[in-house]
C-alpha cells in the first residue's frame, strides 16, 4: 500500500480473535493500531483523539458499529469509517453505507481485500486533504504554526519570518500590545534551524534591573545576597535555541550597554564573574513601543537599536487588516467551544459585521477574551449581535447609518458571490469573468481589493 505519512487507526472488535488478526495485519502494514473491544470505549476516545480511519464491527455487543460511525463523524466529519459485517448481514451493510461508512468487508476479512479497502480510503483521506489545502490557499487563509490571517498585510509578515527563520539574524518584533508579537517570535524558532534547541522567553518590564541581570547572564556563588549557589543564565539556557526579550525598551541604559556588548561578542559574564562564556543563541526581541522615537528622545541606546534592527518586522494592529478578524474569531470560537464548551458554532450576520467594525485598541488578545465571553453568554447555535459587550455592538448599531450598513452587506454579499464562482471555476479569471458577466479587468481589480490574484 501507498501511503505518505503513518496513520493511525481505530478498531473496535469485541472478538478477541478477529481483533488481533486484524491489528496484526495493519501493523504488518505500517499502520499504528488502537484496537478497544466496545462501542462505548471507541466513543470516548473518538472525543479527544484524532484518526484517520476507523474499522469497526457493526455488533458490538452494548452500543453498535451504526452507533461508533454516527460517533465518528461528530467527532470529525471527514473521519472515513470501515464497517465489517458478519456473514450473511447484507442488509445492514446496506444500511451503514447509506448512514455514511466509507466501505464494508464481511467475515471472514481476507488480507487482500482489506489491503485494497484501505488504500482507497487512505487515498480518499489524501485527496480530502489535498482539496482543503487548495481551497483554503483560493481564500487567501491557511495556518501557519496556528496562526491564522487572511489579510495581505499579516501574509507579508509571515513571508519575513520564513525568511529570517533560515538564518542566525538578531530579529526586532515591533506591534502594539495584543497583536501577536510572541506568536510571531516562537514561528520564527520553530521553523528554524534552532527548533531543536530551546525557545526561552523573558518580560524585560517584569523584573527590576538587578534580577533582570541575574536571570539574563547567571551569577556566581557569593556575589550578592541570596546568590548561594551559581546560576545559569537565560542567554546560557538559549544557546543552540532562541533567546525572546519581550518588552525590551523596559531595560536600563546600564543594562543595555551589556546586552549589546553580549551581541557584539557573542559572551556574556555572570554576575561576580570575569571569566567570558560562549553564547549561540538567536535573539528575538520584542516591543509595543516605537523604539526609534526612544532612540530620539534619548531613552533607548542608538547603538543597540542598530544592532537589533538587522532584520525587523512590524506587526499591524488588527483594525489595519480587518479581513483577519472574521477568521481569527471563528478560530477563538472553535478553540473556545474545545474549552470550554458551549453551542454557538458561528456568528450571526449582523454580529459579524458588528466584529469587523470594532476598532480592536487590544487587537487580538482583546478578540480572543471578548469570543469566549460572548460564547459564555450566547445561548443559541448562532451568536447574535446581543450576545456581544455593548461597545461593540454600536459599532455596527445606531453608529453606523442604516445606508451605511446596508451597503457594506451588499458589499460582503458581491464579495461571498464573486469568491464563490471564482473558486467554482478553480480559480480561473477568465471562467469566472464569463460566468459573473462582468469584464475581465473589473474581475482583476476586486479581487486585488479581496487580497487575491494579481498581488
Ligand atoms: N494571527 C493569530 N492567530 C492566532 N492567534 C493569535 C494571532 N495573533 C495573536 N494571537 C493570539 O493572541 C494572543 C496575544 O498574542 P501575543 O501574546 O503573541 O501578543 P503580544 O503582541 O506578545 O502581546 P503583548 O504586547 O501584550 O505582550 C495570544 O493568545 C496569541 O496566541
Ligand atoms: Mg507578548
Redesign the pocket.
Known amino acids: 500500500m501507498n501511503m505518505d505519512y503513518q496513520a493511525r487507526i481505530l478498531l473496535v472488535e469485541d472478538d478477541a480473535s478477529q481483533a488481533s488478526l486484524l491489528t496484526l495485519e495493519l501493523r504488518r502494514r505500517g499502520l499504528e493500531v488502537l484496537a478497544l473491544r466496545s462501542g462505548e470505549e471507541a466513543i470516548k476516545v473518538l472525543d479527544d483523539q484524532a484518526f484517520d480511519l476507523v474499522i469497526t464491527d457493526l455488533k458490538l455487543g452494548g452500543v453498535d458499529g451504526l452507533r461508533v460511525l454516527q460517533a465518528a463523524k461528530k467527532a470529525q466529519p471527514d473521519l472515513e469509517v470501515l464497517l465489517i459485517t458478519g456473514h450473511g448481514s447484507v442488509d445492514s451493510a446496506v444500511a451503514a453505507m447509506k448512514a455514511g461508512a466509507f466501505d464494508y468487508l464481511t467475515k471472514p476479512v481476507e488480507p487482500e481485500e482489506l489491503g485494497i479497502v484501505l488504500a482507497k480510503a487512505m487515498e480518499r483521506r489524501r485527496l480530502l486533504g489535498e482539496v482543503q489545502r487548495l481551497r483554503e490557499e483560493v481564500k487567501g487563509k491557511y495556518s501557519f504554526e ?4 487572511a489579510s495581505p498585510s ?1 501574509r507579508k509578515v509571515l513571508d519575513l519570518v520564513q525568511k529570517v527563520a533560515a538564518t542566525e539574524a538578531t530579529v526586532l518584533i515591533q ?1 502594539e ?7 510571531i517570535a516562537r514561528a520564527i524558532h520553530e521553523k528554524g534551524s534552532r527548533r531543536t534547541g530551546a525557545f526561552v522567553a523573558i518580560n524585560c518590564g517584569a523584573l527590576p534591573e538587578g534580577l533582570l541581570e541575574s536571570e539574563l547572564f547567571g551569577h556566581v556563588k557569593g556575589s550578592f545576597t541570596g546568590a548561594d549557589r551559581n546560576k545559569r543564565g537565560l542567554f546560557e539556557e538559549a544557546n543552540g535555541g532562541t533567546l525572546f526579550l ?1 518588552e525590551i525598551s523596559e531595560t536600563t541604559p546600564s543594562l543595555q550597554v551589556k546586552l549589546l556588548r553580549a551581541l557584539q561578542e557573542s559572551e556574556i559574564r555572570r554576575v561576580g564573574d570575569n571569566h567570558p562564556i560562549k553564547v549561540s543563541g538567536r535573539l528575538v526581541v ?1 516591543t ?1 513601543k516605537d523604539l526609534g522615537k526612544l532612540v530620539a528622545q534619548d531613552k533607548f541606546r542608538e547603538d543597540l537599536f542598530y544592532r537589533l534592527k538587522v532584520f525587523p518586522i512590524q506587526i499591524p494592529p488588527l483594525r489595519e487588516r480587518p479581513e ?1 478578524i472574521l477568521p ?1 474569531a471563528e ?1 477563538f470560537l472553535r478553540k473556545a467551544r474545545k474549552k470550554i464548551g458551549g453551542k454557538a458554532d458561528r456568528f450571526a450576520p449582523e454580529a459579524a459585521q458588528a466584529l469587523r467594525s470594532y476598532s480592536w485598541p487590544g487587537n ?2 482583546e478578540l ?1 477574551h471578548a469570543i469566549e465571553r460572548v460564547l459564555i453568554m450566547s445561548s443559541a447555535s448562532a451568536v447574535r449581535l446581543s450576545d456581544l459587550p455593548p461597545e461593540m455592538q454600536q459599532s455596527s448599531g445606531p453608529g453606523v447609518s442604516k445606508a451605511a450598513a446596508f451597503s457594506a452587506n451588499l458589499e460582503e454579499i458581491e464579495k461571498r458571490h464573486i469568491l464563490e464562482v471564482y473558486r467554482s471555476c478553480g480559480g480561473n479569471v477568465a471562467e469566472t469573468a464569463k460566468q459573473l458577466g462582468i469584464g475581465r479587468n473589473t474581475l482583476w481589480r476586486k479581487l486585488k481589493a479581496f487580497g487575491l490574484g494579481a498581488q
Open positions: 496556528g496562526i491564522v490571517y499579516m506591534g500590545s495584543g497583536t501577536g508579537k510572541e506568536l519581550d520584542a509595543n483577519d481569527l478560530h487580538v488578545r480572543e
